[in-house]
């Protein structure tokens, strides 16, 4: 009984995973003039990043470099989100400009979905966290200190790690 409802539970994640990768569509015709304007896409940008660290990097070329667009236009004038980029997240993503979106993503969504939080070793560990369910999902080259952060964060101490990153 209990093989029949993991492999049921494995069945639906991965239908589930696929229906999020087949229904998404990159917003278009949008227009970012006034705040009113942002705020109208917030949910867009939400399912924007669900998407993109759902999809192997190296798929769906074309809608990933049109997810990215909007999302940077997003980001440069929303004023509901203000990322902060710190030394260590370009150390750590090098010359992979899409980990760096991926970060700045997961930092965007996380600061919509709690509008409250302020605290910088949060937001950058929400965004780091984005970069490694993206490394995970694959397409990346092989990354050994992404790899490492990785099983921080299952180990429930990545957040220690970016305050240690933070304080230098």
Known sequence: MKKHLLLLAFGLLTYSGAAVAQTYSVPTDYSF???ADYARYDNQVIETVKWLEATPLGKEAAQRQAANRFLIQWMTGTPAVSVQLQDY???LVGK????LMMFMAG?????????EEKDAV?????GLKTVL???QTGGYKRNK???SLVALNE???LAEWVKGQLKS
């Open 33 to 35: 003039q006034a705040p």
């Open 89 to 91: 997240v370009g150390k």
């Open 96 to 99: 992979e400009p899409d980990m």
């Open 107 to 115: 930092w965007s969504r996380y600061q919509l979905q709690h509008p």
């Open 122 to 126: 949060v937001l950058n560990t929400e």
């Open 133 to 135: 369910k993206a490394y």
């Open 145 to 147: 200190q992404l790899e």
């Open 155 to 157: 180990k429930g101490t």
